[in-house]
Nanobody, 123 residues
Framework: QVQLVESGGGLVQAGGSLRLSCAAS????????MAWFRQAPGKEREFVAW?????LYANSVKGRFTISRDNAKNTMYLQMNSLKPEDTAVYYC???????????????????WGQGTQVTVSS
């Protein structure tokens, strides 16, 4: 079993910054790939960023968001800069299943999820 707990969300003005954290427990954190997703009201959950052998970003956040992890602390981060109102969503961290061929940008490729943290960007 893996437990994931997000924190760091909040209300920020457009152009501001937030740093999200995802604390993991239950298995050796460094052994698996992780990702951030987000879901806005009325929309499907969408991929934001991935950390595995390297990093990947959705085009909508590239250059503004940075994913990182501290394996010693079993924690993953998402530094979000230059925030826009369209970044408003519940942000989730997730553990990749590790099964071969699973596309990193698809929610179905992940087997454990956190409860989410709300990010609201005002204009």
């Amino acid at each position: 079993q893996v437990q994931l707990v997000e924190s760091g969300g909040g209300l920020v003005q457009a152009g501001g910054s937030l740093r999200l954290s995802c604390a993991a427990s239950g298995r050796t954190f460094s052994n698996y790939a992780m990702a951030w997703f987000r879901q806005a009201p009325g929309k499907e959950r969408e991929f934001v960023a991935w950390s595995g052998a390297g990093t990947l970003y959705a085009n909508s956040v590239k250059g503004r968001f940075t994913i990182s992890r501290d394996n010693a602390k079993n924690t993953m981060y998402l530094q979000m800069n230059s925030l826009k109102p369209e970044d408003t969503a519940v942000y989730y961290c997730a553990k990749h299943s590790g099964r071969p061929g699973m596309v990193v940008a698809l929610p179905s490729s992940y087997d454990y999820w956190g409860q989410g943290t709300q990010v609201t960007v005002s204009s």
